[in-house]
């Protein structure tokens, strides 16, 4: 079993196709970004208003392009596609709402306290960091919240019948 990161939703399809077609089964973990738009339109406060609104289009641009990949990669997968999925994971794929990020503070709240200790004390980097990641895993005291063991039943599922 192996993990590989794809680097972003446009990647996903052709990797699981390719993989399947090699006869690699996969299980697709991906972020529906529900949270995307309102947290980059907060970043804009501090622009002038002209700015503010060419940024504002981008975004909304980029939220459309979002649910629409959405949909569309959920489709592929064989389920309904949902322009803004909610958490969710099936023997085919997990999909955290928002992000893993969003999902992991609301439902962990323990691991996001074990991870800014690890880096308050040097023992982690600040951000998206899988060494850090990893590292708050293995030592936070908290079980896993349901997605996360859904995710790892699904997976081992998909492992055993090979």
């Not at 972003?8 to 089964?25: E, I």
């Not at 339109?41 to 641009?61: F, G, V, Y």
């Not at 982690?124 to 896993?144: F, M, Q």
Request: glycine share 6%; aromatic share 6%; hydrophobic share 30%.
């Amino acid at each position: 079993m192996s993990v590989i990161q794809v680097s972003g939703k446009d990647n996903l399809m052709l990797s699981d196709a390719l993989f399947g077609a090699l006869g690699v089964p996969c299980h697709v973990v991906f972020d529906g970004d529900a949270g995307m738009e309102e947290r980059k339109r907060e970043s804009l406060s501090h622009r002038d208003p002209h700015e503010r609104q060419k940024a504002e289009r981008k975004i909304e641009e980029q939220a459309r392009h979002n649910r629409t990949k959405n949909a569309n990669l959920l489709q592929y997968l064989g389920a309904t596609p949902n322009p803004q999925p909610a958490d969710d994971s099936t023997g085919r794929y997990t999909v955290f709402g928002d992000t893993l990020e969003t999902y992991l503070s609301q439902h962990w709240p323990s691991w996001e306290e074990r991870r800014k200790e690890l880096v308050r004390t040097g023992q982690g980097v600040d951000g998206k960091n899988s060494a850090t990641y990893l590292e708050t895993t293995r030592t936070v005291k908290a079980e896993p919240p349901y997605l996360l063991h859904a995710l790892l039943e699904n997976v081992r599922s998909l492992a055993a019948r090979r």
